[in-house]
């Protein structure tokens, strides 16, 4: 089975949304910050991240339930640090959490062009699905149909992201 990770490409400079920026806490400018990525133990080896369009330094940063609060040292009074609210935290993808063999990220696997054993093109891939017991990847054919292909190995003979293609095996 294939394990995807939904971490978001922002793909006008390649860099990977882990987390949105919620509200402020307390007076000092900690900002509650709402983790979007199935690796948040990623936050405690950060030092800098970008929000929005901004290098930041993070100051200061603790787990609160599955948030964290964090303090950048850009920012150090509520009011200031409350305009950061609603952005989003990114990293390049060289910072990605590594994954492993047959591991990919959805936005790798978005956008492949997929095709049967005899190389017919079926379509694109649109969205991923979770479904608890294995992922299911929509594909739109040219002619509009969806077409539902579980993520399993018996059905999904080859991924190459590079190449831009996945080829499957269709269940009859």
């Keep these: 089975m294939t394990r995807l990770s939904p971490s978001v490409p922002n793909t006008s400079n390649e860099r990977i949304v882990i987390g949105r920026v919620?509200?402020?806490?307390?007076?000092?400018?900690?900002?509650?910050?709402?983790?979007?990525?199935?690796?948040?133990?990623?936050?405690?080896?950060?030092?800098?991240?970008?929000?929005?369009?901004?290098?930041?330094?993070?100051?200061?940063?603790?787990?609160?339930?599955?948030?964290?609060?964090?303090?950048?040292?850009?920012?150090?009074?509520?009011?200031?640090?409350?305009?950061?609210?609603?952005?989003?935290?990114?990293?390049t993808r060289a910072e990605a959490a590594p994954l492993d063999e047959g591991e990919y990220y959805v936005f790798d696997i978005v956008g492949l062009t997929v095709y049967d054993e005899e190389g017919h093109e079926l379509g694109t891939v649109e969205n991923v699905l979770k479904t608890g017991s294995n992922d299911v990847?929509?594909?739109?054919?040219?002619?509009?149909?969806?077409?539902?292909?579980?993520?399993?190995r018996a059905v999904v003979l080859a991924i190459d992201v590079p190449g831009g293609r996945m080829t499957v095996r269709l269940p009859n």
Aim: hydrophobic residues 45%; glycine residues 8%; charged residues 30%.
């Design 137 to 152: 990847y929509v594909v739109r054919a040219e002619d509009g149909r969806e077409i539902l292909i579980p993520a399993l």
């Design 22 to 91: 919620g509200a402020a806490h307390g007076i000092r400018g900690d900002l509650r910050i709402i983790p979007l990525t199935d690796f948040p133990e990623r936050f405690a080896a950060l030092r800098e991240v970008m929000v929005g369009d901004e290098l930041l330094h993070i100051e200061s940063m603790k787990q609160q339930g599955k948030n964290f609060l964090m303090r950048f040292r850009e920012y150090t009074v509520r009011e200031a640090a409350q305009r950061l609210t609603g952005q989003l935290l990114t990293v």
